[in-house]
């Protein structure tokens, strides 16, 4: 059983649409993470989160942003989505140094 | 910078054959070390860590890794591939980003090709 969630789990959207790509974790952990990865290609860190009200910018340039109001809820927001947007983005979370859990991804297609 | 570097951007091997997929990384402190695995459109499952101790560490599905502080590796293996392993294989690296916080810096993959 998954202890961390992501959906949708695919997206058709819109170009010009405001979506919010959800990601929870159940396992309490303070540091979670947002990458990005286009089909066959590496992962890149977007942003990041070590705790409540603490969020960071990634070693990617993104025009996502991120919120971290709760412990479990890390949702990446994009306000104006547009077809460069279209990629695989993976969230993840982590304690101390005993390794990253990952969620299963969202697709995201901007047509 | 540091840096995690995956030489093979893809191998094929026989089902029965053995594997090896080579991790090199780029960090002055011994590193904590990871190997994930990610099937098609899936996410990234954890294989194996490193972290100190025993340089010989084991993981699921029979994958082992050993850490080579001379060679600044973590070399990937098994024995024997079975079909279902046809993935992509992540390594990836943590290094500190100040304070106790730290990042986890990932390899560019290697697609595993298996034929039966």
């Known amino acids: 059983e998954a202890d961390i969630y992501q959906t949708p789990r695919y997206l058709v959207i819109g170009t010009g649409k405001k979506i919010t790509l959800e990601c929870s974790q159940t396992?309490?952990?303070?540091?979670m993470y947002w990458y990005q990865q286009d089909p066959g290609m590496e992962l890149h860190l977007i942003h990041y989160?070590?705790?409540?009200?603490?969020?960071e910018k990634g070693d990617l340039s993104s025009e996502s942003t991120v919120s971290r109001i709760r412990t479990e809820h890390f949702p990446l927001t994009l306000e104006s989505a547009r077809p460069s947007h279209t990629s695989q983005y993976l969230c993840?979370?982590?304690?101390?140094?005993?390794?990253?859990?990952f969620g299963s991804g969202t697709r995201l297609t901007v047509v | 910078a540091q840096s995690v570097t995956q030489p093979d951007i893809h191998i094929t091997v026989s089902e029965g054959a053995s594997l090896e997929l080579r991790c090199n990384y780029s960090?002055?402190?011994?590193?904590?070390l990871f190997w994930y695995v990610q099937s098609p459109g899936q996410g990234l499952q954890l294989l194996l860590k490193?972290?100190?101790?025993?340089?010989l560490v084991q993981g699921i599905k029979g994958f082992e890794a050993e850490f080579k502080r001379s060679q600044s590796s973590f070399n990937l293996r098994k024995p024997s591939v079975h079909w279902s392993d046809a993935a992509e294989y992540f390594c990836?690296?943590?290094?500190?980003?100040?304070?106790?916080?730290?990042?986890?810096?990932f390899g560019k993959g290697t697609l595993l090709t298996v034929n039966p």
């Open positions: 960090y002055g402190a011994t590193p904590y």
């Open positions: 993840a979370s982590s304690e101390l140094k005993r390794g990253y859990t």
């Open positions: 990836a690296v943590v290094y500190p980003s100040g304070g106790s916080n730290y990042k986890l810096t």
């Open positions: 396992m309490g952990h303070d540091k």
């Open positions: 490193y972290f100190s101790g025993d340089t």
């Open positions: 989160s070590y705790g409540v009200n603490s969020t």
